[in-house]
């Protein structure tokens, strides 16, 4: 029995640093913002690393590390990247039964384009990692206390299965969507919402699900948290982080002296790292604290799970600042 079972991609990730990636304001880009470099032109590299990456085994890691039971399903392919995955993911002490092994595909593979100051744009080519199907969702593979789900591809078919056999079994889900679940809209994603404990989303995601500006967070919220039953997280970046959990809307403060090396995984640490706290204590307030320091870590080295929490209480649960949102 696991205390927890991850789902998602697993995949490798490639970190290109340059100071000649420059952030751009430009209405072109759906954020406002683009990272840009010169066209035509050799870019010089600061610093390249290769490591593991995916949603899924990022927040395996947290789990892992916490002391909880836990276990990373996703496929890989039958190539070096991928039987570096399953080695890598073993040295995390994250159990590797349930990593399969695709014959054709080739490993997913991330392209990591780092600014100066730590901001990113990812190329994300899914390759084995996008192959679920629901004829994999059964009672031997998935015995576990906890599902965290994150992006499948957008395979609602998949997603829809395993949240009937999640309910079940009496298995507990945490869902952080994918861009492409996503791009299915509130409609089709609020009937399956319902049937989740945690939904884990930053604030692009949660304008786009709320038909909102993404400054408009209390729409975000009024909007957002009757669907799942326990909590709605929005991670806002250098900001902070939102939570609605049983009819109390907070905002979380960043810890404003933390030096950003690289924010790559950033919101996969404060989603597990919520998650995690309430699979500890069952306490909101107490889950937002364990999400903040584990995403305060991270971002202060480079990759995704180098500055995960190894041991709790941190310091920076104390240093963490919750305020209430007012309703209107």
């Not at 040295?91 to 991330?110: F, N």
């Not at 039953?229 to 002296?257: L, P, Q």
Request: glycine share 10%; charged share 20%; proline share 2%.
């Amino acid at each position: 029995m696991y205390d927890i079972i991850t789902i998602g991609s697993a995949v490798q990730d490639i970190f290109l640093q340059s100071k000649d990636f420059l952030v751009m304001k430009s209405p072109k880009f759906k954020t406002g913002l683009g990272e840009c470099f010169s066209y035509g032109s050799k870019i010089e590299i600061k610093d390249l690393r290769v490591d593991i990456g995916g949603g899924a085994t990022n927040a395996s890691v947290t789990f892992a590390n916490l002391g909880f039971k836990a276990g990373v399903f996703s496929y890989v392919g039958n190539d070096l990247e991928g039987q570096y995955i399953i080695n890598g993911m073993a040295e995390y002490g994250v159990e590797t039964r349930l990593l399969r092994v695709h014959p054709k595909l080739q490993t997913g593979r991330s392209i990591i384009l780092m600014t100066a100051s730590g901001d990113r744009t990812v190329l994300t080519y899914r390759g084995a990692s996008g192959e679920f199907s629901a004829r994999h969702i059964h009672e031997s593979t998935f015995q576990t206390k906890w599902i965290y789900l994150t992006s499948v591809g957008g395979n609602l078919s998949f997603i829809r299965s395993l949240l009937q056999f999640a309910r079940a079994h009496e298995i507990r889900v945490a869902w952080n969507p994918g861009s492409e679940e996503l791009a299915a809209g509130l409609k089709k994603l609020g009937s399956l919402m319902r049937n989740v404990d945690v939904v884990i989303l930053n604030t692009e995601e949660a304008a786009a699900l709320a038909s909102c500006s993404v400054t408009n967070v209390k729409t975000m919220l009024r909007v957002l948290e009757k669907y799942p039953r326990v909590a709605v997280t929005i991670s806002a970046s250098k900001k902070g982080a939102y939570v609605a959990s049983d009819g109390r809307r907070v905002f979380a403060k960043a810890i404003a002296s933390v030096k950003v090396v690289n924010t790559t995984g950033a919101g996969d640490a404060f989603g597990s790292g919520f998650v995690a706290g309430l699979m500890l204590k069952n306490d909101a307030e107490y889950a937002i604290r364990v999400a903040m320091a584990n995403s305060q870590t991270v971002i202060q080295k480079m990759g995704a799970k180098n500055g995960l929490l190894e041991h709790l209480p941190h310091p920076y649960m104390s240093k963490t600042l919750i305020s209430e949102i007012r309703s209107h």
